[in-house]
């Protein structure tokens, strides 16, 4: 891949407002794109987020943290509407519900020429009026790059389950690459076991499924092989931005294996086992750090190496 190749990745950035009982209330950037693209810089990969927020103390708050990881951000990301906040209520195991206030939509954007990734996921993918616009930009950038898609599913806010299933569906169709977690398949296939789910997708277009199963670790459905790796052992802090540093981590090692581009799609689909394996394993460690301390806070390159030199093609 050339040395100038870059991650987009589109979508919502907030503020977390996290709740514990018995504890203080916190305040952290977060937003499922944010944080994507925040892993993504911070394992030093080139990263572009498309995305808004308000001109107000949290919009400010939310560029000084993305700029400080180095994410490349619009000239014009405030607009007139406030930024977009999560109220997050953790249990005592440190998981996390969530109610959201916030608007989404996007200017017409192109596709720069450098990019061999796009990401997306969550509200920013499903949510109208901007969700229409993410999935035109995943089936316009399938030209150039690899799509990746990460449903992240917040029931409070994206509708009825039956519009999700389908819009969900659409993104999915348009994607190469999918990160589902099984709290997302409970709620969208309540029907149908996780696994089975999963590769039911991966019929649909993408070229690998990855379910996530929490402290059950996570399995990878390729068109060629299958793993399933345990997770890491690990002290919860909570699990804010788990998931997204999980995605960021196998972007990441994709892109070290050479697997990322338009042109590279027949290479991703017939990934075997051995490369299956490396990739679940470097994500799993990305999302073990991230649990491991509060807040959305995706692991550095120092923290996280890249992965070993790829396997022969």
């Known amino acids: 891949m050339s040395a100038a190749a870059s991650a987009l990745v589109v979508g919502e950035a907030l503020i977390d407002v996290v709740r514990r009982p018995g504890a203080p209330t916190r305040r952290h950037p977060g937003g499922s794109g944010a944080n994507a693209a925040l892993g993504l810089a911070r394992l030093g990969r080139p990263t572009r987020l498309l995305t808004r ?9 939310l560029h000084r943290h993305l700029s400080a990881s180095g994410v490349i951000l619009p000239g014009e990301v405030a607009d007139r509407f406030p930024t977009p906040r999560a ?42 009026p901007g969700g229409e616009q993410v999935l035109d930009l995943m089936r316009r950038a399938a030209a150039q790059a690899t799509v990746t898609y990460d449903p992240n599913v917040r029931p409070t806010v994206m509708g009825a389950r039956d519009d999700v299933r389908r819009r969900v569906g659409e993104r999915v169709a348009a994607s190469d690459v999918v990160k589902v977690s099984e709290e997302d398949l409970a709620w969208l296939e309540p029907d149908t076991d996780p696994a089975a789910a999963a590769r039911a997708w991966l019929d649909a277009g993408p070229s690998l499924v990855v379910l996530t199963r929490g402290e059950h670790g996570a399995v990878a459905f390729g068109r060629a092989a299958k793993i399933a790796l345990p997770a890491l052992p690990a002290t919860v802090a909570d699990t804010v931005g788990a998931g997204d ?3 960021s981590a196998l972007v990441d090692g994709l892109w070290t294996l050479g697997l990322l581009g338009a042109d590279r799609r027949a290479r991703l689909a017939s990934l075997p086992e051995r490369r299956l394996e490396r990739l679940l394993a470097h994500a799993g460690r990305a999302a073990a750090i991230a649990v491991s301390r509060p807040g959305a806070d995706p692991p550095t390159r120092a923290e996280l190496p890249e992965l070993a030199e790829p396997d022969a093609a």
Request: hydrophobic share 40%; net charge negative; no cysteine.
């Open 245 to 247: 540093a999980f995605m």
């Open 87 to 128: 109220e997050a209520t953790l249990d005592e195991h440190g998981s996390a519900t969530y109610e959201f206030t916030l608007d989404w939509r996007l200017p017409a954007v192109e596709v720069p020429p450098d990019v061999r990734v796009l990401h997306t996921g969550s509200i920013a993918a499903v949510y109208r």
């Open 53 to 61: 927020w308000g001109g107000d103390t949290d919009g400010e708050i």
